[in-house]
């Protein structure tokens, strides 16, 4: 991948339109998603931040991963992403930025949820 927020992203498309979990492709972005992920859990483009998070976190739920499971030396992915989330439920880009963005809240919503892109509405 080139950065872990494309990543996540073509990866949810890979899996919305059929690709197998289990898919080479697949594989070697989780492979990716390892290797860019921080110590406080989140994964790293420009240091870790909900947008990163939002998209590496919904390819890990497409892709039958629980983001529980990728607990790093102080958190896992979704502690991360809710340690940037404020009392009113906006999600901050990082936990310095100030203000949040309708798309870092709604795909953390997303993300949170344990669902992917697009999201398994009943």
């Known amino acids: 991948g080139e950065d872990p927020d494309t990543t996540g992203l ?10 197998d979990e289990s898919s080479e492709s697949v594989r070697k972005a989780l492979e990716y ?3 860019e992920q921080n110590d406080d ?23 039958g991963e ?13 502690s991360h992403l809710a340690s940037l989330q404020k009392e009113d439920g906006s999600i901050w880009w990082k ?10 809240t709604a795909l953390g919503i997303v ?5 992917a892109i697009p999201p398994d509405l009943p």
Not at 41 to 60: K, P, R, V
Not at 66 to 78: K, Q, T
Request: charged letters at 20%; glycine letters at 14%; hydrophobic letters at 40%.
């Open 33 to 35: 998603f390892r290797s």
């Open 66 to 78: 629980a983001p529980e499971g990728w607990r790093r030396r102080s958190g896992d992915p979704l």
């Open 95 to 104: 936990a310095d930025s100030e203000g949040s963005s309708f798309e870092w």
């Open 41 to 63: 859990g989140g994964f790293s483009s420009l240091g870790s931040n909900s947008a990163t998070d939002d998209w590496a976190i919904m390819a890990l739920n497409g892709a």
């Open 111 to 115: 993300a949170m949820s344990g669902e």
């Open 10 to 19: 073509i990866v949810s498309a890979l899996l919305a339109v059929g690709e």
